[in-house]
């Protein structure tokens, strides 16, 4: 028993300043963030009004521009054929319930994106409480649009940054939030909803927790791939 619990001691003592040099260093990456709001394309092309609010991955944390975000990359992306009009409202550390209280668009979208439930992932939100949110944003904002692509949570449970026993808890509650969140989203004809996949190498940001350029890259490419 003694062994045992020198090994713990072991492991956890290296483990607990590694984990909390990286989520030390995500805070000050979170401070950073591009949520412009922009009017973009030729004025002779259709108009799209597009919408997109959530949590750091829509607010661009980890990317080194606005045009590597996953926002920009999709701005950029959908002003090629159209007269963009762009609105962010994405905020750091949102979660499921908060969506309630972020500004709405001020008037009807062609398309809304959210990207939401990594945060209630990584605190623990109750999952009862979590479904009832839910529900409650995705009556909300399905009014607003015309369609809406929702996406989360995140892999949070593959983040480098996070000890391996914490990592392994995540892991299988991701699934139960993502399950709630596909529960929800098949009751309405105009939300597409989108489980993010696992990361791959090279795509997390110097903290080991946000993605870095390429991390958005893949966020932006699942959501492209359901307009």
């Known amino acids: 028993m003694l062994v045992f619990l020198l090994a713990v001691i072991v492991y956890l003592v290296p483990q607990a300043a590694y984990s909390g040099y990286y989520l030390r260093k995500a805070g000050i990456l979170t401070k ?4 412009q709001n922009l009017k973009l394309g030729d004025k002779d092309k259709p108009t799209l ?5 959530g949590d750091s991955i829509a607010a661009g944390v980890g ?4 045009e590597t975000s996953t926002a920009g990359r999709l701005a950029s992306f959908l002003a090629m054929k ?5 609105i962010n409202e994405a905020k750091s550390g949102t979660r499921m319930a908060e969506l309630l209280d972020l500004p709405l668009p001020p008037e009807k979208q062609n398309l809304i994106i959210l990207i939401v439930s990594s945060n209630d992932v990584f605190h623990f939100t109750n999952l009862n409480e979590f479904d009832e949110s839910a529900k409650r944003v995705l009556e909300k904002y399905s009014k607003l649009t015309d369609k809406m692509i929702l996406l ?4 949070v449970s593959t983040a480098p940054a996070l000890p391996l026993p914490l990592r392994w808890v995540y892991k299988i509650r991701e699934q139960k939030y993502a399950d709630a969140m596909a529960k929800s989203a098949e009751k309405y004809s105009n939300i597409v909803y989108i489980k993010p996949g696992v990361p ?3 795509t997390f940001a110097p903290d080991k927790f946000h993605p870095n350029n390429e991390g958005h890259k893949v966020w932006f ?7």
């Open 49 to 53: 009004k597009v919408f997109i609010s």
């Open 200 to 202: 791959q190498k090279g």
């Open 82 to 86: 159209n007269k963009l009009t762009f």
């Open 221 to 227: 490419e699942a959501i492209k791939s359901a307009i």
């Open 152 to 155: 989360g949570p995140g892999r």
């Open 63 to 66: 990317a080194s521009s606005f």
């Open 32 to 35: 950073t963030e591009y949520t």
